[in-house]
């Protein structure tokens, strides 16, 4: 668990919590696997060659994944009936197959409706590939 990240669900977020990281290397089983569930077979996410001709070293991660990602951190970190209500993300730069994404998260607002904000983001190394981006989660009320 990163520094300063919070994971204990019998607690009560509070802003400048930060979300575990979820770290994930993207090979061509998981964009395969993504495509299969999606529908998406576009050949930019699976064909290398298709890829290289495009101007890409490798296949791209599918930029829908990446959303997938951010809701996965963000559901495993909050309570089981815990429920996500919006999420927003700004794909900035390509994800290509092989690369490993961390995305990271910190809670900015945290309601009295027990709606609680968190600013995300996903790195590829030093690189920001995807922000802004945010969730809504609405926290049980009972």
Known sequence: MSPGATNDRRSEPSVGDRLPDL???LGSVDLMAYGAATW???RLHHDAEFAAAAGFDRPVVDGQMLGALLAQQVTAWAPPDAVLT???FRNRAPV???ATVVCSGTVTEVAADG???VE???RV?????VA???AVVQLSQG
């Open 23 to 25: 770290v994930r290397t």
């Open 40 to 42: 998406d077979w576009h």
């Open 86 to 88: 919006r999420l927003h």
């Open 96 to 98: 290509l197959s092989g």
């Open 115 to 117: 709606s609680v904000t």
């Open 120 to 122: 995300l983001e996903i």
């Open 125 to 129: 190394g030093d690189q920001i590939v």
């Open 132 to 134: 802004p981006a945010g």
